[in-house]
């Protein structure tokens, strides 16, 4: 698979670094973990606008409630999933097939690479554990004195905070798809 026209010329390395800092600059100016990181790999690699829309339901560790999986691990095992995932005609409702299993784990296997990045990198998952290390606290962001607090803290703001989350799940996925062979220059 090939990148966007505009990218083509970049080498693995930029592409890296394009992921991003496209991931950092959707999370800062549309908010949305999940989305956002979908969005930085969609400008990249131009699957589906749907893709995009359907990632949103994850922000914010599950519906602003900071207590589920990151929403940057979520979107990005959606693309993830999106180009070495099981697909439909490998599902049964009616047998086990062996070989359909065996799909399933495949694609495990390659999620299993963003999330092994993620416990290498924060030591977790979940939403709030990350945002106990890079605020002191957790916010629980569907309350909207927490939200501006929360901004008021630079969560979409500080280069540090949750948009370098984005980014770096953006560029791990990326590295993923050029180590499986799914992105060629």
């Not at 991003?20 to 549309?30: A, C």
């Not at 790999?41 to 749907?50: A, K, Q, R, S, V």
């Not at 070989?99 to 092994?116: E, G, K, P």
């Not at 004195?145 to 703001?157: P, Q, R, S, V, Y």
Request: with cysteine.
């Amino acid at each position: 698979m090939k990148v966007r026209e505009k990218y083509q010329s970049l080498s693995r390395q930029e592409l890296q670094d394009k992921a991003y800092e496209l991931g950092v600059n959707y999370e800062r100016n549309s908010y949305s973990c999940s989305q956002s990181t979908v969005a930085a790999l969609h400008e990249i690699l131009g699957f589906e606008d749907e893709i995009v829309k359907v990632a949103t339901s994850s922000c914010a560790g599950q519906a602003l409630q900071t207590i589920g999986t990151c929403g940057a691990l979520v979107g990005g095992t959606m693309v993830l999933d999106y180009y070495l995932g099981r697909p439909i005609e490998n599902l049964s409702d009616r047998e086990v097939i062996p070989a359909n299993i065996d799909a399933a784990l495949s694609s495990i296997a390659v999620a299993r690479l963003l999330y092994d990045k993620y416990v290498s990198e924060y030591g977790t998952i979940i939403c709030g554990h990350i945002q106990a290390q890079l605020f002191g606290r957790v916010y629980y962001l569907a309350d909207p004195d927490e939200l501006e607090k929360f901004e008021a803290a630079g969560g979409h703001t500080d280069p540090k905070k949750c948009v370098n989350i984005i980014g770096n799940a953006a560029r791990w996925v990326i590295e993923i798809l050029f180590e499986k062979g799914v992105i060629k220059l």
